[in-house]
């Protein structure tokens, strides 16, 4: 069974409009962290928020937020005001405390934000 | 700011030959791990290692050997290459339980 899925493997969206990326993870570990990375066409993977599985409150980071929502196992990522350097694909990504430091990707969606 | 430096963007080699790809960081991380990347299947882990020395197998190592001499340095050895490892390679290096940071990738074609 998929750790970490992905349902939207393609999202077309308008410039200055919020995206919320979807992403649902499957865990019995209690301790884990839901990480997201934004992939551009070059190829790198660039690091944009983390949650922590204790963490009280919704991560933040600029204009990109993750709304946790633990009971439903969910880590969707919400870009606020999206631009047009906002086009590339995105990871959501999973590590468990009982699996040292490995991290789990989902699959990926390609968002491409519209002029 | 954390640099991991993939030795090249691009590679083109032949089937049976040894790969080498290299990468190198420079924050002192303790682990560091290689991934490939293909359409669809999204990021998937082939070797890491949490220390010198050390290494570990993935979901994917078949096919695949790793060496760490040094605490910088990682490399993935592709022992006699074959079409079917055509494919991008990641490489990434975290302190523990640190988000990860990843090189810019090489894209590998084996003919």
């Known amino acids: 069974a998929q750790k970490i899925t992905q349902t939207q493997p393609g999202m077309f969206v308008q410039e200055k409009e919020a995206v919320t990326l979807d992403c649902t993870y499957d865990?019995?570990?209690?301790?884990?962290?839901l990480f997201w990375y934004k992939q551009p066409s070059s190829g790198e993977m660039i690091f944009l928020i983390y949650q922590g599985s204790y963490d009280q409150q919704n991560a933040t980071e600029g204009r990109y937020s993750l709304n946790f929502q633990k009971a439903r196992k969910s880590a969707n990522l919400v870009i606020s005001a999206s631009q047009l350097g906002d086009s590339a694909m995105y990871f959501c990504?999973?590590?468990?405390?009982?699996?040292?430091?490995?991290?789990?990707f989902g699959k990926g969606t390609r968002l491409h934000i519209l002029p | 700011d954390v640099k991991v430096t993939q030795s090249s963007r691009y590679l083109v080699k032949r089937t049976g030959e040894k790969v080498f790809l290299e990468c190198v960081q420079d924050?002192?991380?303790?682990?560091m791990f290689w991934y490939r990347q293909d359409p669809g299947l999204g990021l998937r882990l082939i070797y890491f290692s949490y220390d010198v020395k050390m290494k570990e197998k993935g979901d994917i190592p078949e096919g695949y050997s790793v060496s760490r001499e040094k605490k910088e340095r990682f490399s993935l050895i592709l022992e006699s290459a074959s079409t079917n490892q055509t494919s991008m390679y990641l490489c990434?290096?975290?302190?523990?339980?640190?988000?990860?940071?990843f090189g810019d990738g090489t894209r590998l074609s084996i003919l």
């Open positions: 990504a999973m590590r468990e405390a009982n699996r040292d430091d490995k991290i789990i």
């Open positions: 990434a290096s975290s302190f523990v339980i640190q988000p990860q940071h």
């Open positions: 865990t019995s570990d209690p301790s884990y962290g």
């Open positions: 924050m002192d991380h303790e682990n």
